[in-house]
């Protein structure tokens, strides 16, 4: 039953789920999905939207507070210093297998923003953080990540250069995004720092514009994390 619990969990993690996205994403009987998702709520594990739809809930959040993250902690304050510098949201994300995990976030306060949830999965397919992410993974892993993703190995050798990816409704109609890579003190890849927002605000070159800001911010993590080595 605990596994059966974890794949609820998941489900959730990947976005906000309607009990019937859990049955289709879980494969569950639809009587056993609700009853483990109900379970996860009132341990609070799990809670509502306002649209009804189960999302992570904030005792995740107490956990791993408690548990503790040197990385996450280092990032808090740097993505705050990011959003604040461009305005728009920023997330931290790191590779789990073929998926991009959201492990710290900074949430634009107010007008028009894109809300990647803190542990939202996204598939390593499309979008910048994905191409960082690819990127800079070793062989044979990138040629394995490339075959099923949205962009090609030039595009990939093009962000390595640059040192920074964007991407223009790539992996979602009307949002750009600009990332760059975290480099840990033994010089592998950590993560991809990044910032997302509406088209209409960041452009259709968002890389020109905020590429820079967002090296720079990856760099200060990186720095940090080798001071804390």
Excluded at 89 to 113: F, P
Excluded at 143 to 157: E, H, K, P, V
């Amino acid at each position: 039953m605990l596994d059966k619990a974890f794949l609820v969990l998941d489900a959730v993690a990947e976005s906000p789920a309607s009990l019937a996205d859990l049955v289709e994403r879980t494969a569950l009987p639809r009587a056993t999905a609700h009853r483990l998702a109900v379970a996860l709520e009132t341990h609070r594990l799990l809670s509502r939207d306002g649209d009804g739809r189960f999302v992570l809930g904030g005792r995740l959040r107490e956990l791993a507070d408690v548990a503790g993250d040197p990385l996450v902690d280092a990032a808090g304050p740097i993505l705050a210093r990011l959003r604040d510098d461009t305005g728009e949201s920023a997330q931290l994300y790191v590779r789990d297998g073929s998926e991009r995990v959201a492990v710290a976030i900074a949430e634009r306060a107010a007008g028009l923003r894109t809300t990647v949830l803190l542990g939202s999965r996204l598939p390593l397919t499309a979008g910048s953080g994905a191409q960082v992410l690819v990127a800079w993974a070793g062989e044979p892993d990138r040629t394995q990540l490339l075959a099923a993703a949205g962009f090609s190995a030039r595009a990939l050798g093009e962000v390595r250069k640059r040192g920074w990816a964007d991407s223009v409704g790539e992996r979602e109609v009307g949002v750009a995004s600009v990332s760059a890579p975290v480099i840990g003190p033994d010089g592998a890849l950590v993560g991809a720092i990044s910032i997302s927002g509406p088209i209409d605000r960041l452009g259709r070159s968002p890389g020109r514009t905020h590429g820079d800001q967002v090296v720079r911010a990856a760099q200060q993590l990186r720095d940090v994390l080798a001071q804390r080595h």
